[in-house]
C-alpha cells in the first residue's frame, strides 16, 4: 500500500471516530424524545440537580426548559418514575418529581436534572 493510501485511511478513521464524539456532545442526545429515553436508561450516581432559577435568562438551556409542552414535561416525569433508581435517589435528596423541569446528558454520560 503506497504512502497516500495509508494516509488516507488513516484520516478516514480517524474522522470518523471524531464524528462519533460530536455526536455524544451535541444537542441530538439532548432533544426531547432522546432524553426521556436516556434519564430511563440511566444508571449510577454521576448526576447533578440544578435550580432553573441559577441559569440566566438568556441561556440555551433555560430557553428549551420554558419551551417544553406539557407532554414533553409528562413524559420526562414518566421516564424519572421508570427509573426506580434514579426515582429514589432523587426521593432521598428531597426532588419532587414534579419540580423536574428538565435533563440533559453531558458528553460524559453524567446527567444534569432541572428543577423548579
Given at each position: 500500500?503506497n504512502?497516500?493510501a495509508?494516509?488516507?485511511?488513516?484520516?478516514?478513521l480517524?474522522?470518523l471516530?471524531?464524528?462519533?464524539i460530536?455526536?455524544?456532545?451535541?444537542?441530538?442526545?439532548?432533544?426531547?424524545?432522546?432524553?426521556?429515553?436516556?434519564?430511563?436508561?440511566?444508571?449510577?450516581?454521576?448526576?447533578?440537580?440544578?435550580?432553573?432559577?441559577?441559569?440566566?435568562r438568556?441561556?440555551?438551556?433555560r430557553?428549551?426548559?420554558?419551551?417544553?409542552s406539557?407532554?414533553q414535561?409528562?413524559?420526562?416525569?414518566?421516564a424519572?418514575?421508570?427509573?426506580r433508581?434514579?426515582?429514589a435517589?432523587l426521593?432521598?435528596?428531597?426532588?419532587?418529581m414534579n419540580?423536574?423541569?428538565?435533563?440533559a446528558?453531558a458528553?460524559?454520560?453524567s446527567l444534569?436534572l432541572y428543577?423548579r
Amino acid at each position: 500500500m503506497n504512502r497516500f493510501a495509508k494516509i488516507s485511511v488513516i484520516a478516514t478513521l480517524s474522522a470518523l471516530s471524531f464524528g462519533g464524539i460530536s455526536y455524544a456532545a451535541s444537542a441530538e442526545m439532548n432533544w426531547s424524545n432522546q432524553i426521556d429515553r436516556t434519564v430511563r436508561n440511566f444508571k449510577g450516581d454521576n448526576f447533578s440537580i440544578v435550580d432553573v432559577d441559577t441559569l440566566s435568562r438568556m441561556s440555551e438551556t433555560r430557553s428549551r426548559i420554558d419551551a417544553e409542552s406539557p407532554q414533553q414535561m409528562a413524559a420526562l416525569h414518566a421516564a424519572v418514575n421508570a427509573n426506580r433508581a434514579l426515582a429514589a435517589k432523587l426521593k432521598a435528596r428531597d426532588v419532587e418529581m414534579n419540580n423536574i423541569a428538565g435533563a440533559a446528558q453531558a458528553a460524559d454520560g453524567s446527567l444534569t436534572l432541572y428543577v423548579r
